[in-house]
């Protein structure tokens, strides 16, 4: 059983290609927007209507016929996808006009639209691209998607099949991860915890330097932004991605290093929303949660580990040694649990990371079983 995953890599386009990218990514707007409108005069797009409107505009324009009709097929192919998931899930609005302004360039092309030759991407209509292989494809990509981030660096991202790895030692042990503000993970073998690393934190200073000088140079509404604005937003993107960068890097440590010593593997199934209301220590600590939990679900699933998510309800309440459930939550500064029934002592977090465990190795009916949640995470229910 094979798995479709995306690689992504950085992509150092030259001048050239930079203009071409820009230049098809105008066009590709221009046609997310045409169809927009057509949305927005009341007649319901189809995929065909929509091709047909792609066929007209390419017979009537010459400059859209410079461009790459993969990459614009793609274009409405998205644009009919987000405006079906707008008809099935009630929170998302229906897709709307892109501005050059405030929104990224993004491309996509599947087979026919583009070729890997000599370490470069070739693009439909001869763009070549240099791409830092920073790590070997598993397999010929069924498509790519070229996109530009906030900071102005351009990425690959390729749709790759991949076989997972071998199945785990049974003779491995199990371990328990209970999620935290001040200790990221407090895992049942203290080797494994994950002290809280503060990133985000560290650099909330700096970021908040930049934002004092972005709202000092901002113009009022309607001028242009000033060329000192864009620096210190630029500035300010870049130490948020930084901090988002060390944290996946932490994480990766530390799931890998979780994951080749376990078989089972009982994650607390946090959601982050719980933590979010409150101070900015707790939202980077939020944050570092959603990519430590991520990481160690995937790398447990690829090594073949069993991964279960516990369902945080109780788990702070019952007492791992006789899994008697307390009547009362513990507040948020009581740090020791003390079992009432049995006299169980523990550290609040080690208890809650023991019951995580148990509820996993006793695999109750109220336990998913990660196989079977895999879809909804694809789907991006769970993503931080
Ligand atoms: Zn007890």
């Known amino acids: 059983m094979v798995e479709t995953v995306r690689y992504t890599y950085r992509l150092r386009p030259g001048r050239q290609a930079l203009a071409a990218l820009l230049a098809e990514w105008s066009r590709c707007r221009w046609l997310w927007n045409e169809a927009v409108h057509q949305q927005k005069s009341g007649r319901k797009p189809t995929f065909g209507r929509l091709s047909k409107l792609l066929t007209e505009a390419r017979a009537r324009f010459c400059w859209l016929r410079d461009g790459s009709q993969v990459a614009q097929q793609q274009t409405l192919r998205t644009y009919m996808m987000s405006l079906d998931a707008s008809f099935s899930v009630k929170s998302r609005g229906r897709p709307k006009v892109k501005r050059r302004k405030n929104s990224l360039p993004s491309l996509e092309y599947t087979t026919n639209g583009f070729t890997i030759k000599d370490g470069r991407l070739r693009l439909a209509k001869g763009v070549t691209i240099p791409v830092v292989w920073s790590r070997e494809l598993p397999s010929d990509p069924s498509s790519v998607r070229v996109y530009q981030d906030n900071l102005g660096h351009w990425y690959a991202s390729f749709v790759v099949l991949r076989d997972p790895a071998a199945v785990a030692d049974p003779d491995l042990p199990g371990i328990g991860i209970d999620w935290g503000v001040t200790t990221t993970a407090t895992t049942t073998n203290p080797a494994f915890d994950l002290p809280h690393l503060g990133h985000r934190k560290r650099c ?37 991605k930084k901090a988002a960068r060390q944290n996946t890097h932490d994480a990766r440590v530390w799931a890998k290093k979780l994951v080749d010593h376990h078989h089972l593997i009982a994650v607390e199934d946090f959601k982050p929303t719980f933590l979010t209301k409150t101070s900015m220590a707790r939202k980077a600590a939020d944050a570092a949660i959603g990519v430590c939990k991520r990481e160690l679900i995937d790398r447990g699933k690829r090594a073949g ?80």
């Not at 079983?369 to 993503?383: C, E």
């Open 305 to 384: 580990r069993k991964v279960v998510l516990v369902p945080p309800a109780y788990t702070t309440m019952a007492c791992s040694g006789c899994g008697e459930r307390a009547n009362l939550r513990l507040g948020l500064g009581v740090r020791i649990f003390e079992c009432t029934a049995c006299g169980y002592t523990a550290d609040r977090d080690l208890n809650a990371a023991r019951t995580i465990l148990a509820t996993a190795e006793r695999d109750r009916a109220s336990v998913d079983d990660i196989r079977h949640r895999i879809a909804s995470l694809r789907g991006g229910s769970d993503a931080v």
């Open 204 to 240: 909330a200073a700096e970021l908040a330097k930049a934002q004092r000088a972005m709202a000092r140079r901002r113009r009022p509404k309607g001028r242009p932004a000033s060329k000192g604005y864009q620096t210190a937003k630029r500035q300010a993107a870049r130490i948020v």
